[in-house]
């Protein structure tokens, strides 16, 4: 299972949550977690990469995506949701 989320500093708690409840939830299918991210703490990934290191058959991909994403995509105006967590399958 491929799975992609985007994530920084600010979402960390959610993040590590979301990440350990799916990893622990699926134990026996392979998932490879791409984490897009901006502004993420070398303690944060640490963090992700631990809770990663602690299941069989899943795999944690950061891809630093740096300031280029966030000038390319704006939120529209008149956006106010905070968070947009999407589960699919």
């Not at 944690?60 to 949701?81: C, E, N, T, W």
């Amino acid at each position: 299972m491929n799975i992609l989320i985007a994530t920084n500093t600010k979402l960390m708690g959610p993040a590590s949550v979301m990440i350990y409840s799916l990893f622990r939830s699926h134990k026996d299918i392979e998932i490879d977690l791409y984490l897009a991210y901006h502004n993420l703490r070398e303690k944060d990934m640490e963090r992700l990469q631990k809770i990663s290191s602690q299941f069989k058959k899943k795999k944690l991909h950061p891809i630093d995506v740096g300031g280029s994403l966030r000038r390319r995509y704006q939120k529209p105006a008149g956006f106010h949701m905070k968070h947009i967590i999407a589960f699919w399958h």
